[in-house]
């Protein structure tokens, strides 16, 4: 099973050899805690120090405004609460339809609360519109939250833009880069982002270590409340391990960045190949405005499931913009925030790359996928745009 190929990038990602070598002997011999006065226990403290300054070097930005935390929804919570609580009197929340659910069910939950939210929309090329978002704003907004890039279909936001317009208002500005990070050069120093969430098993750490970029002078309260650990923003000892993992994969990943071209000739291979070879296929998302790793391909009149269990047989692993919900296929709301047919919504399927991937695996791929696709239209019960369960089917989703 370990010698998969493994195209699921976005979900999350190998550990890399190098940062399992930092982060063990932290987990084995320094056990200490950072806060211990003792020599034993502050020998730790350094390397947190250390790891403090490889992600903010990562960031381009000052090490006192790096915040560990447990992972990316941990990040996205701490930002948003923190954003409302600085900002009282303002009951405003502008974000979008296809937020990740870290951030859009934090919003749903608020709203119960008697914020109001506005959800800015996309076009059919997952892009927002910068007229929309300016007349979301109004003087009434605390927090402006935007995903740098989103994870189904790689499509990239114009962050910088829109912080422009969140500081005309007044309002704080925090960006979700789960996805982005590593990917994208990133530069807190010039910067319109008052908050920033990442998360380390997205960047070849292990799950459950985060950080967020606070900006120096962004006022912060924080979500759990405890101990003096991050400087106050953040209670609860340190899991000084996946901190030390954290800064090597930061380090890695910056050192990455020069060669992420090599990703994307990759990803281009794969989408070219997969749209050249096989009919009735579609790239979901902006063409160029994308992460250089992600392709979401919209494989007509067959369910995306089925895709993805056939690969599964030859051990290739991607994933569907589809989740079982309580027992129902429910089409991704990204894809069907981009109005998105029926037939593509239902067999989307989303290919993640990292700096692991080889040519080999993309063209076994290549060699396997249209077999897959042939078998699964025959099998289809519906072959045409114009059948009418499809269109019944299509109707159905949008009156959700
Ligand atoms: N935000 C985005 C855009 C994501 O893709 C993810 C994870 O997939 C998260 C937030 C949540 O991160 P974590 O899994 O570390 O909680």
Redesign the pocket.
């Known amino acids: 099973m370990n010698d998969c190929i493994y195209l699921d990038n976005?979900?999350?990602t190998k550990i890399d050899d190098e940062v399992l070598a930092a982060m063990l002997p932290y987990l084995t011999i320094y056990y200490g805690n950072p806060s211990s006065m003792h020599t034993f226990g502050g020998q730790v403290g350094r390397v947190v120090r250390e790891a403090r300054k490889q992600v903010a070097s990562l960031l381009g930005a000052q090490d006192s405004e790096i915040v560990f935390t447990?992972?990316?929804?941990?990040?996205?919570n701490a930002a948003i609460f923190a954003a409302l609580k600085a900002q009282p009197d303002r009951r405003q929340i502008v974000t979008t339809q296809v937020?990740?659910?870290?951030?859009l069910n934090v919003c749903r939950y608020l709203e119960k609360q008697g914020f109001t939210v506005t959800y800015l929309s996309v076009n059919s090329q997952g892009q927002i519109d910068l007229d929309e978002v300016e007349a979301a704003m109004t003087g009434n907004t605390a927090l402006v939250s935007i995903?740098y890039?989103?994870?189904e279909t790689g499509v990239i936001f114009p962050v910088e833009q829109i912080g422009q317009m969140a500081k005309e208002y007044g309002a704080i500005f925090h960006v979700?880069?789960?996805?982005a990070i590593g990917k994208v050069p990133l530069d807190m120093s010039n910067s319109t982002i008052d908050l920033l969430?990442l998360?380390?098993?997205?960047i070849h750490a292990p799950?459950g270590i985060?950080a967020l970029y606070v900006r120096k002078g962004t006022r912060f309260r924080p979500l759990l409340i405890g101990g003096h650990q991050e400087r106050g923003r953040r209670g609860g000892t340190e899991n000084v391990a996946g901190i030390v993992a954290l800064g090597k994969a930061a380090e890695l990943a910056g050192q990455h960045l020069a060669e992420i071209d090599r990703e994307r000739k990759l990803r281009d291979r794969l989408e070219q190949g997969i749209l050249n070879t096989i009919a009735n296929t579609a790239v979901n998302g902006h063409p160029t405005q994308r992460l250089p790793n992600t392709t979401n391909i919209g494989f007509k009149y067959i369910e995306g499931e089925a895709i993805l269990l056939s690969l599964d047989q030859y051990g290739i692993c991607a994933s569907s913009g589809s989740a079982c919900t309580s027992g129902s296929l429910e089409p991704s709301h990204v894809l069907r925030a981009m109005g998105l047919p029926y037939s593509i919504l239902h067999g989307s399927i989303r290919f993640s790359l990292s700096r692991f991937t080889t040519e080999a695996e993309i063209d076994r791929v290549l060699e396997i996928l249209p077999g897959i696709i042939d078998r699964l239209r025959e099998l289809s019960p519906f072959n045409s745009d114009d059948a009418d369960w499809l269109k019944e089917q299509e109707q159905a989703v949008l009156a959700k």
Do not use: I, L
């Open positions: 976005n979900a999350t447990s992972c990316g929804t941990e990040g996205d937020e990740h659910p870290a951030v995903m890039a989103n994870n979700d880069a789960v996805q969430t998360s380390g098993h997205k799950k985060g």
